[in-house]
């Protein structure tokens, strides 16, 4: 048992100069938090009342106090002619986790993917909209959101997905979610509770994609990614794929129309489900986007989507189609799913219904087309050596760099000058034949291509 601890410093130890309150509940609250945070372990003695009175600039009255009252919660064990000492231990899993981390310091240049362009946000037109529903919602909307999502959006999300998107959908099988990733995340825990053990999986493709699938209990089989899209004659047994057909991350390329054929017959045949990502199709520059596999087969296919890309990833609204027949076990999984904000979703309807979703869509597609082209032709001036692959679409492109480069240090000496990149190898399950690096251009200011490209060439 350890001895009397007199050389702790308890003035420092216990600060009394917290929020208002009574200064014998703020010494018990300061105790308190150090047995917690085993800063004094089980047999600590601790200082007789008068010393610690003396030491904190208090009376013993007040030491005694907060004793008492720790004696009384079990914390503290008080014996006559003996010193007080702590009694009780926090368990492994009772310990408070340990500070946050300081956040990272945001980059002068950030060419990561995945993010669009915050600037951009309608904040005026989604703060009209917001106003609006809270002016003219009933009172009862303010109860308990509707699961699978307020009918109002999903019905807006429908009647979207089959003008824009060709996608075949009514407003019953469209369920509102936090994203793609928890929309995928729930559809893996009903193909679990079917039987399914392994779902197959782009390579590369987004990391998180990847943990929803693990997290569902599932086993994450790669499959690789070549200039056509997806190897469909490489899904082997397995009964359920993820895809992003319309522009697949990070390659770029688009699900051609005899992979298309393939991977619906191949759903088919093996009564399997197919789950479209569908994460940023909106954004092609060159053309019209193709249409969704799941128009042309929505008995088979999942079809996911949200407005992380379009607007922004601070409003948590995504969605997901189910094929009819996979609505019970989708319910009987996940039973107590929870959605969004109603005033959110209500307001996103209202922000599609009125126009203002597609004029949002029209204006950034211009910017995000400009900012792609002064990319392109930055790189082509500065890195001569290098390449670009993708369509031209979505939020980001490939850079190759050829040669003997080493991305990792790469991307850590960038970082360290204010640069962040993101290494193609963090994508892949296996090490990618030629190195390369994913460039995000969504939420880089258009003032910032030419000198990040600078600063990109002098770093290699």
């Given amino acids: 048992m350890p001895e009397s601890q007199t050389n702790l410093s308890w003035d420092v130890l ?7 309150g009574a200064r014998h509940e703020r010494l018990a609250g ?25 030491d904190l600039g208090c009376s013993r009255w007040l030491v005694t106090q907060a004793y008492g009252q ?3 919660e079990g ?27 300081v956040a990272a310091p945001v980059p002068r240049y950030d060419l990561a993917p995945g993010v669009p362009d915050l600037r951009a946000f309608p904040r005026r037109r989604w703060a009209d909209a917001l106003r609006d529903v809270l002016t003219t919602m009933p009172h009862t909307e303010f109860g308990v959101p509707p699961l699978g999502g307020h009918p109002r959006l999903r019905a807006v999300v429908a009647e979207y997905l ?5 996608a075949s959908a009514a407003p019953r099988d469209v369920t509102i979610c936090a994203g793609v990733t928890e929309g995928v995340t729930r ?19 987004w990391g998180r994609t990847r943990q929803a699938v693990a997290a569902a209990g599932l086993t994450v089989v790669p499959v690789p990614v070549d200039e056509d899209g997806v190897r469909v004659d490489l899904l082997g047994g397995t009964r359920a794929v993820v895809v992003t057909p319309a522009h697949q991350f990070p390659t770029g390329t688009v699900l051609a129309p005899a992979r298309r054929a393939a991977l619906v017959a191949w759903a088919r045949d093996v009564d399997g489900l197919v789950l479209e990502d569908d994460y940023d199709a909106e954004f ?3 053309r019209r986007p193709v ?8 008995a088979h296919v999942a079809l996911f989507g949200s407005v992380s890309k379009t607007l922004s990833p601070a409003l948590g609204i995504g969605w997901h189609v189910l094929p009819p027949a996979w609505t019970e076990s989708y319910q009987a999984a996940n039973p107590a799913a929870a959605t969004p904000s109603v005033v959110d979703q209500l307001a996103l309807a209202a922000f599609i219904d009125q126009g203002g979703y597609d004029r949002h869509l029209r204006a950034v597609r211009l910017r995000y087309r400009s900012r792609r082209d002064a990319l392109v032709a930055a790189l082509a001036t500065h890195l001569p050596d290098s390449r670009t692959t993708g369509v031209a679409a979505g939020l980001h492109l490939l850079l190759h760099l050829g040669g003997a480069v080493d991305t990792g240090a790469l991307v850590r000496r960038a970082a360290a000058e204010g640069l962040r990149l993101v290494d193609l190898a963090a994508y892949r399950s296996t090490p990618p034949e030629e190195p390369a690096l994913v460039l995000g251009y969504g939420n880089l200011a258009d003032n910032a291509v030419l000198p990040a490209v600078a600063l990109l060439a002098s770093l290699l």
């Fill in 70 to 72: 720790l004696v009384a």
């Fill in 30 to 54: 300061a105790l308190r938090s150090a047995v917690r945070d085993g800063v004094l372990p089980v047999g600590t003695a601790l200082p007789p009342s008068r010393k610690l009175a003396t």
């Fill in 187 to 205: 559809v893996c825990r009903a193909l679990a509770a079917r039987g399914v053990t392994a779902v197959a999986v782009e390579d590369p493709s």
């Fill in 291 to 298: 249409g969704t596999v799941q128009g042309m087969a929505p």
């Fill in 14 to 20: 216990l600060d009394l100069s917290g929020p208002a």
């Fill in 75 to 101: 914390y503290l064990e008080a014996r006559t002619g003996a010193a007080t000492r702590v009694s009780w231990s926090p368990g492994r899993d009772e310990r408070r986790p340990p500070a946050a981390r």
């Fill in 162 to 166: 089959r003008r824009c998107r060709g």
């Fill in 284 to 286: 092609r520059y060159d």
